[in-house]
């Protein structure tokens, strides 16, 4: 059932009330450990207060409740003797992150996913990963392609970047990343880069005073430094020269696309044809050819990398978190056994809620699919696609909008009131998206004009604003930096006129920005108008400009023999002395050496200090 029951808490007093459900056997999945504990405390306060409507102490102004005590009227008691057991035994109550569901399978049910037991969970495969690149690395330049190596380090392919490649990757992931080369593939690339390379060498013999004279006189190309400069010339045949003597076709040289005939086209002055020769063609048949057995090494790394993972985590009997999905999902599908494990899951748990279900994936969808497919258990998928679209934690557009076509009409439902926003301002999102053929893109993901559950209270402000910065008549616009200055001094400026209102404190106001550094520029642009400002962002504290303001001072501090660390801890706002303030210091001696002995002081101070601590 898809997208919004009624509320995700309601759906489980509807199933212990009308199923005779234990709360142990309602499965409720969501994504964080932080929202399932949230998700625990509201089933439980909803049971709380669902209780207390039936036995009349509660209020009477929900909806769902009093058509939840409307339906069972004639069964009160019983309705009220299920409420009571749900609360006793709400501690046994089944809400999982997903990784924990599928952990909990897995060890409950080893034998049906075959699974080892006693396994050890681990958060960080990075590694097991490095070692695996690493023993491909080995195989492949030690005994393989020791040609190739020179080619694939200069163009940045490390173990190191080989082992970036496959971290975003996971060994039993159905994606698959392309291109894929078979055996037989990267050997007839292999084969080409080989022929080609022999063609140039025959070519360049024979034909080399021509190729030379063809790019020393040709008018029409670039003699710009970095394309066909007359200096540059001879430096540029003689790497060819060395090249084609190496006997090694992978041994391209920095400025090897000079001779190519891609390369030729670009450096061409404009209304100009480009220099043709068959060695050009052949130079650009070599180098793509090389490129191409770069990206097969990289293809190799990969499925390389997926066979090995796999078999060294069963080596070492350990598991990482993304191992629990694709593991209970292979059981799942795993013939007989699987079979038997969906049984078992469908009796454990004849009714599931998947929260947030718009951070799904292609594979959790799947889990779920393989265990409540095909049967009367009810499932709900509770879940806003139009999130989705922003890849939080990983999701998956176009799974949410697999799972909303397998889902007959008259099984969706989709929240329209809104308990949280004031009348206002849903009319305002009403009037910007809902006059929008397609305002999430995809047509199948509509919107629904929201109404709002609390009253109007006739005093509320204009929630929503939208403020357009002019740049004047005739002017041709400003720069994104410009701009981004300008938006953030304007909204500087209105927060600080809303303060003085006495209506709201600074702790009230928040500023969401794309980036970091526009964060920052807006914490510049509060200060200006004196509002305290405090920046959050997933960025180290030591990367921000207090930080590298304090580095230049301490280094000062350890270092004062260094005038230069001492002017640069100086300009600091710190310390708060400008250019001319240290012009004027430098041309008084006894100034600048008592300054210089202060910074020594501070010194011996610190260490001091030290020694203190030490001998404490």
């Known amino acids: 059932d898809l997208h919004s029951f009624p509320t995700r808490r309601s759906s489980d007093l509807w199933q212990m009330l009308e199923k005779e459900l234990l709360p142990e056997e309602i499965l409720v999945v969501t994504f964080t450990e932080a929202a399932t504990e949230e998700l625990r405390s509201r089933l439980r306060l909803r049971i709380r207060e669902a209780l207390d409507f039936f036995t009349g102490r509660g209020s009477d102004d929900d909806p769902f409740l009093q058509e939840l005590c409307r339906r069972h009227r004639e069964e009160a008691a019983r309705a009220e003797a299920l409420l009571v057991r749900a609360l006793s035994l709400f501690d046994t109550a089944a809400v999982f992150t997903i990784h924990a569901f599928c952990l909990r399978v897995l060890e409950e049910h080893a034998f049906e996913s075959g699974t080892f037991y006693n396994t050890t969970l681990l958060s960080e495969q990075s590694d097991l990963s490095a070692g695996i690149i690493d023993d491909f690395w080995r195989e492949s330049f030690f005994s393989g392609h020791p040609l190739f190596l020179a080619y694939a380090l200069r163009e940045g392919c490390t173990p190191e970047a080989l082992a970036k490649l496959v971290s975003g990757l996971h060994a039993g992931d159905v994606t698959l990343v392309v291109p894929v080369f078979t055996s037989e593939e990267i050997a007839a690339v292999e084969a080409k880069c080989r022929t080609s390379f022999g063609e140039l060498r025959a070519i360049w013999k024979t034909e080399r005073h021509a190729i030379t004279a063809l790019l020393r006189n040709h008018n029409g190309l670039s003699r710009a430094k970095d394309a066909y400069g007359e200096e540059s010339l001879d430096l540029l045949f003689s790497a060819m020269e060395r090249f084609l003597s190496s006997g090694n076709e992978y041994d391209l040289f920095d400025a090897f696309a000079l001779f190519t005939a891609d390369e030729l086209q670009k450096k061409t002055r404009k209304g100009r044809s480009a220099p043709e020769h068959r060695f050009f063609d052949c130079c650009q048949t070599l180098r793509d050819c090389v490129r191409e057995r770069l990206l097969a090494f990289k293809s190799e790394a990969v499925r390389y990398w997926r066979r090995q993972l796999p078999l060294q985590k069963r080596r070492h009997n350990v598991r990482f978190f993304d191992d629990l999905l694709a593991d209970l999902h292979q059981a799942l599908m795993c013939g007989e056994r699987g079979d038997a494990l969906v049984a078992a899951l469908r009796k454990r748990y004849p009714a599931a809620l998947i929260d947030e279900f718009q951070d799904t994936d292609p594979l959790q969808y799947d889990i779920f699919k393989a265990i409540y497919a095909e049967t009367d258990l009810p499932l709900f ?68 004009e929201l109404e709002a559950e609390r009253p109007e209270t006739g005093k509320e402000e204009i929630p929503l604003q939208i403020r357009f910065l002019s740049s004047g008549i005739g002017e041709r616009g400003w720069s994104s930096a410009r701009a981004q200055s300008l938006a953030s001094i304007a909204a500087a400026r209105e927060i600080a006129a809303l303060l003085n209102t006495r209506r709201y404190g600074p702790e009230e106001v928040a500023v969401i920005v794309r980036t970091n550094r526009q964060a920052g520029i807006m914490r510049e642009a509060l200060a200006k108008v004196q509002v305290p400002g405090v920046l959050r962002s997933g960025g180290s504290v030591f990367a921000t400009r207090e930080a590298r ?30 250019g001319s303030d240290i012009a004027a210091l430098l041309e008084n001696e006894d100034r600048w050496a008592f300054l210089l002995q202060r910074f020594q002081d501070r010194k011996s101070t610190r260490l001091n200090s030290s020694h203190l601590a030490e001998s404490r």
């Open 381 to 448: 998928l509770i879940g806003d696609p139009k999130q989705a679209i922003y890849s939080f934690r990983g999701a998956d557009i176009f799974t949410s909008l697999k799972a909303f076509r397998e889902v007959a009409p008259e099984k969706r439902f989709t929240l329209t009131s809104n308990r949280r926003s004031s009348t206002l301002l849903l009319r305002a999102f009403n009037r910007i998206f809902g006059g929008v053929e397609r305002p999430f893109v995809f047509p199948s993901i509509r919107y629904h």
């Open 549 to 578: 303001e304090i580095h230049l001072l301490l280094t000062a501090i350890t270092e004062p023999r260094n005038e230069t660390a001492v002017r640069n801890a100086l300009v600091t706002e710190l310390l708060g002395r400008s």
